[in-house]
């Protein structure tokens, strides 16, 4: 019989469970998506795109030159008033095919998200690609209710909108951008980050299956200075961008005088406070969920843990546990939780923050756990003793790295909270819910969860106050960036 060490020692592991990437289907090589086909660029370049955790290539994509854009708005520019002119319901129908066709093509959608980004399967197959097709079901809803939404006034769309996203949610950006400009009846040019373009040359092949008319949307993957070239163009009505406030600055001043409205979606240092009176364990789950959801490459991660001294050790202590546990690998593998940092640049920047961490005195802690051979990887990693002057406490990480700090008063955790530039969300963790109320109108930042952390919805606004940017994006909110609204109020008379 056994004895009891002997029963102890027993340690369960997981199986490998990987996602077959066999069904996926992927060109070698994708040309620029304009005026509704594969085209091959002007003066652009083949690139390969590569995996983040393998560092093969997944397929070569093309990055549009100047002539490219050009192209691209040029496009937009013919197909829009033909698109503003159908009808909102027709409109909509699209946007419902396209919905569907998401849908139909998820479990692909997923794996290739995956591979070119990095992050775990269970997160592009339960949460990015879902949503992704959330939103086109949500605004394909609003489609032909665009004058209700605006309190029944008269709408109409602005032209042509040109759409920046970033690598860390390269599927769901595109569809948080696309589905509401379409819905509006403007045509737009989207340019997907440089090392995540594929998901949204799949797209571009779901655009073409649902015949939406050419040109209406073109997928232009680029650089930085492709981006730069874009919202430079002459002949673009409206700029919409999500990524870092560095770059969201430097597209306000390129757009200054010229009149062209735009929504900005930038970084954040958001705070995530854990109250004496909160359920631990429970608040512990959604600091993991805020921190290492996407390795942390999300711009309201919960990367500033505030936590009231009485419970301070204990809720370390067990969020420390918890870390232990996670298991960080191959993003295919469906027990994983940590995928891989999305590119080498971003993973130099994580290093060089988490060193500033410990030459600026904060106490850190790593997991321990073994990293792939090749791909880029940080494992998870927690600060304390964190003074609000540390970089890690001050600056974006973007990374699986949670600073935390303390706090005595409810007034301290707010003071604490609202001190940082930036104010994109934040999470408050208690069981009194007046405290919840009264806490969440005295933050600063766009979106409040509490006892939970990154939910995401079509229907709700998202969007930041100071650097973490301007506008909304998602629900009704999400039209009015890309509307130019009557002033005069309705006809009291008149139905909506
Ligand atoms: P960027 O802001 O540089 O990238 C976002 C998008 O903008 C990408 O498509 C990028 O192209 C494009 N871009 C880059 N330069 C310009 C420009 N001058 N004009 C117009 N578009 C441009 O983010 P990074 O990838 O460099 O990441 C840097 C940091 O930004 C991260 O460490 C993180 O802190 C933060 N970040 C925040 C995000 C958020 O959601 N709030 C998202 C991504 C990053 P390309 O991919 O070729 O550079």
């Given at each position: 019989m056994a004895t009891q060490e002997q029963r102890t020692s027993i340690v369960w592991d997981y199986a490998p469970a990987p996602e077959s990437p066999e069904h996926v289907r992927l060109r070698d090589s994708y040309g620029l998506f304009i005026d509704g086909d594969f085209v091959d660029p002007v003066d652009g370049a083949r690139v390969p795109s590569t995996n983040p955790a393998t560092e093969e290539t997944v397929a070569e994509v093309t990055f549009a030159g100047p002539g490219d854009i050009r192209r691209a708005v040029q496009a937009a520019r013919r197909a829009q008033p033909g698109w503003t002119a159908l009808s909102g319901l027709e409109r909509g129908k699209y946007l419902f095919r396209v919905a569907r066709l998401i849908q139909e093509r998820a479990r692909e959608l997923a794996v290739v998200e995956s591979m070119d980004g990095g992050k775990p399967i269970r997160e592009s197959r339960d949460v990015d690609v879902p949503l992704a097709a959330a939103h086109f079901f949500h605004y394909a809803g609003w489609a032909d209710k665009l004058s209700y939404g605006m309190g029944g006034r008269a709408v109409e769309p602005l032209g042509v909108a040109a759409q920046i996203v970033p690598w860390n949610f390269p599927l769901l950006m595109a569809a948080w951008k696309l589905a509401p400009a379409l819905a509006c009846g403007n045509a737009a040019v989207l340019k997907p980050a440089e090392t995540t373009p594929v998901t949204a040359l799949l797209l571009a092949e779901i655009l073409q299956e649902a015949e939406l008319p050419p040109g209406v949307v073109s997928v232009i993957p680029g650089d930085g200075a492709a981006g730069a070239a874009l919202v430079r163009e002459?002949?673009?009505?409206k700029v919409a961008f999500t990524g870092s406030t560095a770059v969201g600055k430097n597209i306000q001043s390129a757009l200054a005088g010229r009149r062209i409205p735009l929504t900005l979606e930038l970084g954040g240092k958001s705070a995530n406070i854990v109250f004496e009176d909160a359920a631990l364990d429970q608040a512990v789950e959604g600091i993991v969920n805020g921190i290492f959801f996407n390795q942390g490459h999300v711009c309201c991660a919960g990367s500033r843990l505030l936590i009231q001294e009485s419970v301070a050790d204990t809720v370390v202590e067990k969020l420390w546990a918890r870390m232990a546990r996670l298991r960080l690998g191959d993003p295919l593998d469906k027990n994983t939780d940590v995928g891989a940092i999305n590119s080498r640049e971003q993973l130099e920047r994580i290093e060089g923050l988490v060193a500033s961490g410990e030459e600026e005195g904060a106490v850190r802690r790593t997991v321990v756990c073994e990293l792939p051979s090749r791909g880029y990887w940080f494992a998870p990693t927690l600060f304390t003793d964190v003074a609000p002057a540390h970089r890690i406490a001050a600056e974006e990480i973007f990374g699986p790295v949670v600073s935390v700090l303390t706090f005595r008063t409810q007034a301290e955790a707010i003071e604490k909270a609202n001190s940082t530039p930036y104010g994109l969300a934040a999470g408050i963790w208690t069981d009194k819910g007046s405290k919840a109320f009264e806490v969440a109108s005295a933050l600063q930042a766009g979106v409040i969860w509490q006892n939970t952390y990154n939910k995401f919805d079509p229907s709700a606004a998202f969007g930041g106050y100071k650097e973490s940017g301007f506008g909304r994006e998602g629900?009704?909110?999400?039209l009015r960036p890309y509307l130019r609204v009557s002033a005069a109020a309705p006809d009291p008379g008149s139905a909506l």
């Open positions: 002459p002949d673009i009505d629900g009704m909110s999400g």
